[in-house]
Nanobody, 121 residues
Framework: VQLQASGGGLVQAGGSLRLSCAAS????????MGWFRRPPGKEREFVAV????????VYADSVKGRFTISRDNAKNTVYLQMNNPKAEDTAVYYC???????????????WGQGTEVTVSS
C-alpha cells in the first residue's frame, strides 16, 4: 500500500480544513487507517483511526469533537476533517494503514509522506 497525504496549508483558528490520504493497492479496504501528527519540536502523536468498514473510530482527546475521520473505500481515500482548529494543532500530519484500530504507531506498517498544517491564531 502506498499512501499520499494532501490538503495541508495555512488555516485560521476557528476555521476548517480537510486532509485527504489517497492509497494505492486493491487491499485498501482491508486496513484500518490512522492519522498521526508531529508538532514542531515534539514527538509524533496519534490523532484518529477508523476501522476498515468505517463503522468504528477512535480519537485523541485533544481533537475529540473537532476533528472527524472518514473513509471512502470506493475511492481508496481516507479523510480528516479539521473543524475549529487551534494553534496547537499546527503539525505535519501523516496518514498510515494498519491491521487494527489502535493508537500505537508500531501497529501501522505503511505511512504517507506527511502534509503540513499551520493554524494561525
Amino acid at each position: 500500500v502506498q499512501l499520499q497525504a494532501s490538503g495541508g496549508g495555512l488555516v485560521q483558528a476557528g476555521g476548517s480544513l480537510r486532509l485527504s490520504c489517497a492509497a494505492s493497492g486493491r487491499t485498501f479496504s482491508l486496513y484500518a487507517m490512522g492519522w498521526f501528527r508531529r508538532p514542531p519540536g515534539k514527538e509524533r502523536e496519534f490523532v484518529a483511526v477508523i476501522n476498515w468498514t468505517g463503522s468504528g473510530t477512535v480519537y485523541a482527546d485533544s481533537v475529540k469533537g473537532r476533528f472527524t475521520i472518514s473513509r471512502d473505500n470506493a475511492k481508496n481515500t481516507v479523510y480528516l476533517q479539521m473543524n475549529n482548529p487551534k494553534a496547537e494543532d499546527t503539525a505535519v500530519y501523516y496518514c498510515a494503514s494498519g491491521s487494527g484500530v489502535t493508537v500505537r504507531e508500531t501497529s501501522y506498517g505503511y505511512w504517507g509522506q506527511g502534509t503540513e498544517v499551520t493554524v494561525s491564531s
